[in-house]
């Protein structure tokens, strides 16, 4: 989910080839009867471009009456990205946004001063057994955009690019890669993308970005003469041509990377910043639970419960 229940997250990595700068292995974490493996912030790697956060939620199944309920809780200094395989969440912020995502769409939302928001399951979902899959992230914004209004956008699949050519098939969700450029606004250069691969096809990776990554969701793949199973993250070196294959089974793909930032972060609880000072204020903000004249608002709609600070 966006939100971060551990306030110091960390996951350990392991090894590297010459074309990979470095293997991470996301640590599986239980946060209330459904598994969430995260891939970043990692030990050695803090950020894959702007991308800061990274969260693979599922696959888990539910049953009647059962479903997410993650309260109103605060965010600064970036912007979520959700996008879902399998079921739905219902989106409500403070800015007034109710917003359901289903599988293939896009919501991004951009906190950057502060925003409030929660995510549940539908009442109509809850009415029978249902299953939940997707990837949560979280991008880190430039200093120069990190006090930005809070903003929000949700696109629907029919609207982001897709490409689809020899066995592959690739969703843009956020940025430029392939000569396509999806609609999400951006504040910094990027790329974000859904790739699905039949057995054996070639995929290579963009080569006109500073940082890449990827993610493997399902299957498996080969790179640089070694086989990287579901639930392993590559970043890649600077400059070096990258092509990926799918193994027998085929293989699911989030690619993720852009343009570094002037520099590490900030990360505790749900705030990311370029400051300590920052970070303390935000926690103060929340604190003070002035929903009326605070920074920080409950969402129309869901204002009868909200997470409450970490004690540390």
């Known amino acids: 989910m966006t939100w971060n229940p551990a306030l110091e997250p960390d996951c350990p990595d392991c090894g590297s080839l010459d074309a990979i700068e470095t293997i ?3 640590r599986a974490r239980d946060i209330g009867g459904f598994e969430v493996r995260r891939a970043l912030p990692s030990a050695r790697r803090q950020m894959v471009g702007p991308f800061i956060f990274f969260d693979q939620v599922g696959p888990v199944e539910f049953v009647t009456g059962k479903g997410i309920d993650v309260r109103p809780h605060p965010h600064i200094g970036l912007a979520t990205v959700t996008y879902l395989y399998k079921g739905e969440f219902e989106h409500r912020d403070s800015l007034g946004t109710h917003q359901v995502i289903y599988p ?9 001063r502060g925003i409030t928001h929660s995510e549940r399951t539908s009442e109509a979902t809850r009415k029978g057994p249902h299953d939940l899959f997707g990837i949560q992230t979280w991008v880190a914004l430039p200093e120069a955009h990190e006090d930005t209004e809070p903003g929000f956008e949700h696109h629907g699949k029919e609207v982001l690019p897709f490409l689809e050519s020899e066995g592959k098939e690739v969703r843009l969700i956020i940025g430029r890669a392939y000569g396509e450029t999806a609609p999400t606004k951006t504040f910094s250069d990027m790329f974000y993308a859904d790739c699905v691969l039949q057995a054996g096809t070639l995929l290579p990776l963009p080569d006109d970005h500073e940082d890449r990554g990827l993610y493997v969701v399902t299957g498996a793949i080969e790179v640089a003469g070694e086989v990287y199973e579901a639930g392993q993250m590559m970043v890649f070196r600077p400059g070096n041509p990258i092509t990926a294959k799918a193994g027998e089974q085929g293989a699911r793909l989030m690619l993720l990377g852009g343009e570094t930032l002037s520099g590490p972060r900030y990360i505790w609880w749900n705030y990311v910043a370029t400051s300590q000072e920052r970070i303390e204020q935000a926690k103060a903000d929340w604190t003070a639970a002035d929903w009326e004249n ?19």
């Open 294 to 312: 605070g920074r920080f608002k409950l969402p129309p709609g869901d204002t009868d419960e909200f997470i409450p600070l970490p004690e540390r």
């Open 104 to 112: 293939g769409e896009v919501n991004w939302m951009i906190a950057g």
């Open 24 to 26: 991470i292995v996301p």
